[in-house]
Antibody
C-alpha cells in the first residue's frame, strides 16, 4: 500500500542539527512533489518546505529559510530534511506529505517524527 | 500570504447532530480549498479537496461547499469516530501552503 515512514527525530540542543528522512513505498515516488509539514505541541499545522519531483525547485517557510534544506533521492524513494541551527520554536512533530497535483492537496501523510529542541 | 480563518475554534456536539465548520480566506482562492481531519496522535487525513470533492474512502456524510473566499465543511450526522480536529488549507497562492488554525470537535 502507499506509505510514508519518517525517521530521524529526537532531542537536540539549540544550535545543533538533525536530519529527518521519509521513506516512500507503494507508488512512483519520483513522479510527485513532496513536502514537510510540522505541528508544534498543542498547535495547528504549519507547512515547512517543498521540493519538486525532479528537485528543480525548493521552497521554504520564512522561519526556516537559510537553516533547513529539503532534498530527495529518487533512486532510494527517500525524502530528507536537514535542519541546522535548531531553535526551541522548531520543536514539533514533523510530517512528510505527498502533494497530489490532481486534487492540489496533501493526499498521503507519514505518521510523523518528533523533534525536541531543548538544552 | 493568504490567511485562513476557521470558525468556530471548538465545537461541542452530539452523535447524530449536523455540524458546520467554516473557513474564510483573506483573498479569493477560487476552489483551491482542502479539508483535513486529524485525530489525537495521528497524521492528518484528506477529507475534501477542491472545496467540494470527496476524497476516496471518505464517508458521504462529509461534504464541502464554497468558492472565492468562504467555504463550509458539513458533517450531516455525527458519528463517534468523527470527533477530531478539522483543518482547512489553501492551494491557490503557493507557497506558503497555509492552513487554518483548526476546529476541535468534541463530544457534548
Amino acid at each position: 500500500q502507499v506509505q510514508l515512514v519518517e525517521s530521524g527525530g529526537g532531542v537536540a540542543q539549540p544550535g545543533r542539527s538533525l536530519r529527518l528522512s521519509c521513506a516512500a513505498s507503494g507508488y512512483t515516488f519520483r513522479s510527485y512533489d513532496m513536502h514537510w509539514v510540522r505541528q508544534a505541541p498543542g498547535k495547528g499545522l504549519e507547512w515547512v518546505a517543498k521540493i519538486w519531483f525532479d528537485e528543480r525547485q525548493k521552497d521554504y517557510v520564512d522561519s526556516v529559510k537559510g537553516r533547513f534544506t529539503i532534498s530527495r533521492d529518487n533512486s532510494k524513494n527517500t525524502l530528507f530534511l536537514q535542519m541546522n541551527s535548531l531553535r526551541a520554536d522548531d520543536t514539533a512533530v514533523y510530517y512528510c506529505a505527498r502533494y497530489n497535483p490532481g486534487p492540489h492537496a496533501f493526499d498521503i501523510w507519514g505518521q510523523g517524527t518528533m523533534v525536541t529542541v531543548s538544552s | 500570504d493568504i490567511q485562513m480563518t476557521q470558525s468556530p475554534s471548538s465545537l461541542s456536539a452530539s452523535v447524530g447532530d449536523r455540524v458546520t465548520i467554516t473557513c474564510r480566506a483573506s483573498q479569493k482562492i477560487n476552489n483551491y480549498l482542502n479539508w483535513y481531519q486529524q485525530k489525537p496522535g495521528k497524521a492528518p487525513k484528506l477529507l475534501i479537496y477542491a472545496a467540494s470533492s470527496l476524497q476516496s474512502g471518505v464517508p458521504s456524510r462529509f461534504s464541502g461547499s464554497g468558492s472565492g473566499t468562504d467555504f463550509t465543511l458539513i458533517i450531516s450526522s455525527l458519528q463517534p469516530e468523527d470527533f477530531a480536529t478539522y483543518y482547512c488549507q489553501q492551494s491557490y497562492s503557493i507557497p506558503p501552503y497555509t492552513f487554518g488554525l483548526g476546529t476541535k470537535l468534541e463530544i457534548k
